[in-house]
């Protein structure tokens, strides 16, 4: 494989991490547009989406590229185990605003952002003790179709990751620019108290946030176990401290600086492993974190604006 073609095989793999970033990264820009509060607990909400991902496929009898339903084509396989699987994990998030952070949305202090902490341990721990420590087999039923590109390789997994991500980064685009409690979503993260005045649900829109931001969690989860073939409990932090990087980087509350973010964050990943090896990648990732705050403290796509507070 000559020097051009180990490029592009690592373009390839950077664009699929940081598609998979890119959705979980929106989820914390989504809340903290509209709450200004740093969610920990979206850490392990992808977690618990791979989880169900591959307890849905498992039940569905998806055996690798076998099947026991054998009548049923896989894209209606697919399709539906991430609608549930979004569907989960956003009434995961609704839960976790009603019951836990609404209650403290009038104390000032870092009260809810702790409390996303303790969410995310225990939801952690209650995956350990229900399924353990060990790494789960993520059945994949996906044929092996590959695509030669010289001499990169393109995998139908990746081709089908970067499908999902496009149209759910598409329609969230969409859904926040067009529809009513879109426009609803930006007027609470510009003034929630103008917003109320006018007539805006503002606890609606709030839920509405966190019902987002954890289905696609939840979808981040799911392509995150095709890409890799595997289920764990510790996947969440790894994952969402770069999705967190990549939403700081972007300009955090800014959804287009999220998908940007994403996408640099994993192609930097994929392209500084290969450079300077994987040990280093933590280094040269924080490191252009480091640099783009001290030179451009709102991110790439940010913009400084007063504390709404």
């Given amino acids: 494989m000559t020097s051009g ?14 598609s998979i970033y890119a959705l979980l990264a929106l989820g914390f820009t989504l809340v903290y547009g509209i709450m200004e509060l740093i969610n920990f607990s979206h850490f392990n909400v992808f977690m618990v989406g791979s989880m169900f991902a591959m307890l849905i496929l498992q039940a569905l009898g998806v055996v690798g590229q076998e099947t026991v339903m054998s009548g049923v084509p896989l894209i209606a396989i697919l399709v539906f185990t991430l609608a549930v699987t979004m569907l989960l994990c956003g009434a995961l998030g609704v839960s976790i605003e009603r019951f836990l952070l609404r209650p403290l949305r009038g104390i000032k202090g870092p009260a809810a952002m702790i409390t996303t902490i303790g969410v995310s341990y225990v939801l952690f721990n209650l995956v350990l003790l229900t399924l353990g420590t060990d790494a789960k087999n ?17 995998r139908l997994r990746e081709v089908l990751i970067w499908v999902i991500a496009i149209l759910l980064m598409g329609g969230l685009t969409y859904f926040v620019q067009y529809t009513k409690i879109g ?18 649900e503002v606890d609606r ?10 289905a696609l969690a939840g979808a981040s989860g799911m392509i995150f176990g095709l890409y890799y073939n595997l289920a764990k ?18 300009g955090i509350g800014n959804v287009p600086g999220a998908m940007i973010g994403g996408v640099i964050i994993g192609l930097v990943e ?4 290969q450079v300077v090896g994987t040990a280093w990648t933590d280094v040269v990732i924080f490191s252009l974190l480091v640099l783009v705050l001290v030179f451009r403290p709102a991110g ?6 007063p504390n709404k507070s």
């Fill in 5 to 18: 073609d180990l490029l592009l095989q690592q373009a390839i793999n950077g664009l699929s991490l940081g």
């Fill in 138 to 154: 993520f059945p994949n039923p996906l044929p092996p179709i590959v695509w030669q590109i010289g001499g990169a390789t393109l």
């Fill in 183 to 200: 426009r609803a979503m930006r007027a609470t993260a510009q003034d929630p108290d103008a917003a109320r005045m006018m007539g805006v």
């Fill in 205 to 214: 829109v709030v839920m509405m946030s966190f019902f987002i931001s954890s």
């Fill in 233 to 250: 409990v510790d996947i969440g932090f790894a994952a969402g401290l770069r999705a967190f990087t990549a939403a700081v980087l972007g």
């Fill in 270 to 273: 994929a392209m500084s492993g």
């Fill in 300 to 305: 790439l796509l940010g913009r400084l604006a």
